[in-house]
């Protein structure tokens, strides 16, 4: 059986609220045929972990797996009420910081340059680089095969994270996100 690492729930919410556009990486095992699936179930709701036990409790997991299920039943593949599905739906979130250093040593800089309309002379004073700290965002959405429990299909979208977006805002950026990673789903 898979096993995977658990993550920061909030992140999914919070790529899809990038700052920037994200990235998207599809990638799937084509020797699988897609064709048959019809059904899936929520990998937490068949296998009991601690990031399943977390996010029955979270809004952002129901505002994903909304998001999931609008774009499933548009390519024709609905929840299973019971049993195991064909496959089982999981995502990943992950953050992490980073900081961007650009500018010059601080310190005193000049220069003096001659040409055919003259002279001129700059001089300046830096303070130092800026530094910037960000957070960098992904989201992977795997598709598992219940019966050889093997991943078939994994879409991974990457960005800059936005801060301070409201809920409205990370409801589309949800839907927008996951309405990328699932586009050509089912692959032919």
Same mark, same amino acid.
């Not at 919410?13 to 084509?30: K, R, V």
């Not at 048959?36 to 979270?58: C, L, S």
């Not at 129901?62 to 739906?89: F, P």
């Not at 598709?143 to 809920?167: C, F, H, P, T, Y």
């Given at each position: 059986?898979p096993?995977f690492?658990?993550c920061?729930l909030?992140l999914l919410a919070?790529?899809?609220?990038c700052?920037s556009?994200p990235?998207y ?13 019809k059904?899936y179930?929520w990998?937490?709701?068949m #296998?009991? =972990?601690k990031t ?8 952002s &997991?129901?505002r994903?797996? $909304?998001? !999931?299920?609008d774009e499933?039943r ?7 009420s019971s049993?195991?599905?064909?496959v089982?739906?999981?995502y990943s979130?992950?953050k ?7 500018g010059?040593?601080?310190g005193?800089?000049g220069?003096a340059?001659?040409?055919t309309?003259?002279?001129?002379v ?8 800026? #530094?910037? =700290? ?10 598992? &095969?219940?019966?050889?429990? $093997?991943? !078939?299909?994994r879409g991974v ?7 301070d977006?409201d809920l ?5 950026a949800t839907?927008k996100v996951?309405?990328?990673?699932l ?6």
């Amino acid at each position: 059986m898979p096993i995977f690492k658990p993550c920061a729930l909030l992140l999914l919410a919070g790529l899809i609220g990038c700052a920037s556009e994200p990235s998207y990486i599809i990638d799937h095992d084509q020797s699988y045929d897609f064709s048959g699936i019809k059904t899936y179930r929520w990998y937490d709701d068949m #296998v009991d =972990t601690k990031t399943a036990q977390y996010r029955q409790y979270n809004g952002s &997991d129901k505002r994903v797996r $909304k998001a !999931v299920e609008d774009e499933m039943r548009r390519h024709g593949i609905t929840e299973a009420s019971s049993g195991d599905g064909d496959v089982w739906l999981n995502y990943s979130p992950n953050k992490q910081q980073r900081t961007r250093i650009s500018g010059q040593e601080q310190g005193a800089y000049g220069s003096a340059a001659v040409g055919t309309y003259g002279r001129a002379v700059s001089i300046g004073y830096s303070t130092g680089p800026s #530094v910037k =700290t960000y957070e960098d965002g992904t989201a992977i959405l795997d598709i598992i &095969d219940v019966r050889s429990q $093997k991943l !078939v299909w994994r879409g991974v979208a990457q960005g800059r994270l936005k801060n301070d977006r409201d809920l409205a805002d990370r409801r589309k950026a949800t839907i927008k996100v996951t309405r990328e990673l699932l586009d050509a789903f089912p692959p032919e």
